[in-house]
């Protein structure tokens, strides 16, 4: 029998299991007491999850993902290539509702560009893009909500209720919502993909853009609102899926960041990679920053 003080029940049997598992492995080399059965969660759990989030609880930072949970609502505007990444990281966070923006079909060509792997038969169906994605991302959590229509002056209200906005899109819409999630006090980050073909190979720049309430002035120098015939960098449509995914991912640990989730040393409002030099910057710091937190 073991002897001594366990700090918690979990040590207490885990101590019993490893005592035990010796004498049985002794007799069949290789087996194991952990069988790592899915284990669905509770109906009278406080979780949108519809089996248990062990990923947390096996890493030891179960208080660090609370501090996600208390977000009631996300929005992610636009579902293209890193959109959809933006929404495969953010699933899996213990977050309350997630809201999807997007009044496009999903198509062969964003197949190549997205989470998963649809089939043939799929493709052929054509079904929206927040629609497919919420058939996906629905088997594991709860409160996704679909908005198979465009963001535009007739119900960029709707905006106003989400505690953050990921903005994974380009088009005329755009400087109408930047100036509406300014009106509404919402944080926000708007992302970009400035990619281009040299001489057989690719180059170019990934943009993560963070506006919140304390500060607002630098977007206006990032982001292009022009709705002329010209195009700038970032409206070069060469998507390729892990720059997406970089691309969603600088976005998602800069929403964690602002949250506490994440150390946030600098308090950047704007990043940048760049292919090429494989170089990360980070760009328009708050003077306060050198203090602390603004």
Excluded at 19 to 27: D, E, M, P
């Amino acid at each position: 029998m073991p002897s001594g003080f366990y700090e918690n029940y979990y040590d207490k049997v885990a101590q019993y299991v490893t005592i035990l598992s010796g004498y049985a492995q002794k007799i069949e080399p290789g087996v194991t007491a952990k069988t790592f059965r899915p284990v669905a969660a509770a109906g009278d759990e406080e979780t949108v999850f519809k089996y248990i989030d062990t990923a947390s609880t096996r890493a030891e930072i179960g208080a660090v993902t609370a501090k996600l949970a208390v977000v009631k609502k996300i929005a992610i505007v636009g579902l293209g290539g890193t959109g959809s990444y933006v929404l495969d990281l953010v699933a899996k966070t213990p977050v309350r509702e997630i809201h999807l923006f997007d009044g496009d079909d999903f198509l062969q060509h964003n197949a190549f560009r997205s989470p998963g792997a649809p089939s043939l038969d799929e493709l052929v169906a054509m079904p929206k893009k927040a629609a497919y994605f919420k058939g996906i991302y629905d088997k594991m959590r709860n409160g996704i909500f679909v908005h198979e229509n465009y963001i535009g002056p007739e119900n960029v209200d709707e905006l106003r209720e989400m505690s953050f906005v990921f903005m994974c899109m380009e088009g005329t819409a755009k400087k109408l919502i930047v100036e509406k999630l300014e009106e509404f006090g919402l944080a926000f980050v708007y992302v970009g993909m400035g990619v281009y073909l040299s001489e057989g190979s690719l180059g170019g720049t990934l943009r993560v853009t963070t506006s919140t309430p304390s500060q607002r002035d630098h977007v206006r120098k990032r982001v292009s609102f022009s709705d002329d015939a010209g195009r700038n960098e970032y409206d070069v449509n060469i998507q390729i899926a892990d720059l997406n995914a970089l691309n969603a991912a600088l976005a998602v640990i800069k929403w964690k960041k602002l949250m506490g989730f994440y150390q946030d040393l600098d308090f950047e409002h704007h990043c940048t990679y760049t292919i090429g030099g494989n170089m990360l910057r980070n760009e328009d710091v708050p003077a306060a920053a050198a203090g602390g937190q603004p």
